[in-house]
């Protein structure tokens, strides 16, 4: 069973897109019951900044969501021991999938992109077979979740509104239900 997974959620900067997905990803673990452990990361990062104000929107406009504490949020480079506790590496995009492949090739088959994953991984199976399977597709960048950074409002709800989608998809491939 998948419920005590130790999850990075990955982007560049550490600022929108994995922010959201570890607080969407602490929600619906949180309210499932399973007891997943998150941290968030980014591969290019100005370390220890705090989320945007849009960012911090967008999650609010999720009505799923319950409330969090968003101002706790800093922004954080990925390392080594990040890789290491980690059970899976979900990037947003595949350059961040390939930064975590080249920088970290011991781990590298913990490393995914979201949507292929959540696409692509065997339902039923564990983590393990799960990664197995999907880390040794070809990635695809057309699979990408846009980075909203430099844009409207709008620009980032609707990031948050696909990173929800994908969340709950995730959720149902890696905690099948009994």
Known sequence: MNDRLRIVTLCTGNAARSVMLGYMLADISEGSGVSWHLRTAGTHVAEGQAMSSRTRDAL???DELGPHHYEQHRSHQLTSDDVAWADIVVGVEADHVNYVRAQFPSDAGKAVQLTQFVRDAPRGE?????LRVVSRLELDGALDIPDPAGKDQAAYDACATTLWRL???????VTPAN
Not at 126 to 130: F, H, N
């Open 60 to 62: 609010r406009s999720v």
């Open 126 to 130: 564990g983590i393990v077979e799960q």
């Open 167 to 173: 969340t709950k998809l995730f959720f149902d491939v």
